[in-house]
């Protein structure tokens, strides 16, 4: 064997060595990673709608709309309404007492935000169940609801809440 021959011979199997030795720690170190699991960070959302349940309790003037042209007018009606309140009362658990859709007798309900940062009234459980009501808005004691059910959503239109003066 002559000396060009050996010396590409011993420089090719370093060569191959260096690649299988870098494919080794490649290796390794996704092994690595594999052997040591961490729980996954919850994402906690900000909620879209800054409220309490202590800012839901009190009396309200209530009226609902099917076109947001209709807002206004609805806001008038509903402070109109404060003639015959719509009490949300304080719940025995933390949350507050209102009528679910279709319900005679108010039952307590809770505050529940979804991932996504919704802001949802319902009985205890997920947010955004069909039992549910999301909270579009917030502000200046004005609350503006949706039912989270379809059909529900069709017959009562959105809700609009308007705190009534304290007399």
């Known amino acids: 064997m002559s000396a060009d021959l050996f010396a590409k011979t011993l420089a090719e199997a370093r060569q191959g060595r260096t690649v299988q030795a870098s494919i080794l720690l490649g290796c390794a170190a996704l092994l690595a990673g594999c052997g040591t ?33 209709d807002k206004v007018r609805t806001e008038a009606a509903a402070k109109a309404a404060c003639s015959n309140p719509y009490v949300i009362g304080k719940g025995a658990q933390g ?7 279709d319900q005679a007798t108010p039952q307590e309900v809770y505050l529940k935000t979804a991932s996504d940062g919704g802001v949802y009234i319902g ?20 609350m503006v609801t ?11 239109g959105t809700m609009m809440f308007v705190r009534c003066a304290v007399a």
Do not use: C, F, N
Request: proline share 8%; aromatic share 8%; glycine share 10%.
């Open 95 to 101: 949350g507050v007492t209102m009528h679910l859709a």
């Open 37 to 69: 699991s961490s729980a996954p960070t919850p994402v906690v959302a900000t909620p879209t709608v800054a409220v309490t349940s202590e800012e839901l309790v009190g009396k309200w003037g209530l009226a609902s709309y099917r076109e947001e042209t």
């Open 146 to 156: 949706r039912w989270v059910d379809p059909g529900v959503a069709k017959r009562y």
């Open 123 to 142: 009985p205890q459980g997920k947010p955004g169940e069909r039992a549910d009501r999301q909270i579009l808005s917030y502000d200046k004691g004005v």
